[in-house]
C-alpha cells in the first residue's frame, strides 16, 4: 500500500511522490538498484526494508515514474535530552534521472514534514565526493556543521 502524496511532471517526467508502506519484488529490485547506487556496500534485504516501513519514527519516501521507483529518501524523527532531532537518510536518484531536480523535490518534501515536529533540529551527512547534492543541500538551507562524524559497526 502505497500513500500517494503528490504528482508533478518534472523537465517533461510525470512523476509521483509517495510514502511507502509495503512492498512489492520489483519494488524491492528498485530500491536495492538505488542503494547499490548511493553505496557499493549497500546490501538491502527484504527484512531490513520491512523493518524500516514497520518503524514509526521512519518514513520512507519514494519517487515513482509510472510504476517505476526512480528516487527514495527517508526521514528519522527522534528526542533526545538536547530536543528533537530528526535526520534525512539514504537520498538517491537514480542515475538515469539526475539533474532533473527530482532530489530537490523529495528532500523539501521531508523539510516540510519535519516542519511539522517544530522546533526540531534536521540533520542530513552527504560525502563530499556527491557533489551535486552537496549543492542541492546548501541551496535549501542546511549548512555545513563543523564536528567530527563518527561511526562504529557492530555486529
Known sequence: MLRLIMTKTIDTLQCSLERL????????????????????????????LQAVIDDPNAHLYVVRQGVRIIACATLCVFCSPTGRKASIEDVVVHSDFRGKHLGRWIVQHLINQAQQWAPIDLHLTSRPARIAANELYRSLGFRQKETNCYTLSLV
Open 21 to 48: 508502506q509495503d512492498f512489492s519484488s520489483e519494488e524491492f529490485a528498485d530500491l536495492s538498484n538505488l542503494m547499490c547506487q548511493l553505496s557499493a556496500r549497500c546490501q538491502l534485504t527484504t527484512a531490513h
